[in-house]
C-alpha cells in the first residue's frame, strides 16, 4: 500500500488536470465541499442506475424533485419540466 501511494503521489498526481483548483476554469462540478463529498460517497454506496424509473424508481424520482427545486430557484412556470443528463454530448443532443 505504501508503495501504491508514493506512486500516486509521485506519478500520477503531478500529471492529472487539477479540475477542483480554484484557477482551474474547468466546467465540471466539484465534489470537494464537505456537502459534495458526502453526497459523492452516498450516490457510490448505492451505486444506482438510474437511466429509466424501472431501473430505480426512488432515483429517478428525486431527480424529479432537484429539477423541480432548480425550476424554482429559477422561478420557471410550473410547467416546465427538466432532466438531468449525463455527459454535454447528450445535453446538446437532447437541446
Partial sequence: MDALL????SIIVPG??????PSFCG?????????????????SALNV??????????AYEL???ATDWLRQLL??????EGLINDSASSSTMYA
Fill in 6 to 9: 508514493d506512486d500516486l503521489r
Fill in 16 to 21: 492529472m488536470n487539477h479540475w477542483h483548483h
Fill in 27 to 43: 466546467n465540471f462540478a466539484s465534489s470537494v465541499s464537505g456537502p459534495g463529498v458526502i453526497g459523492d460517497l452516498l450516490a
Fill in 49 to 58: 442506475n438510474a437511466m429509466v424509473w424501472r431501473s430505480a424508481p426512488a
Fill in 63 to 65: 431527480e424529479d424533485v
Fill in 75 to 80: 422561478r420557471l412556470p410550473d410547467g416546465f
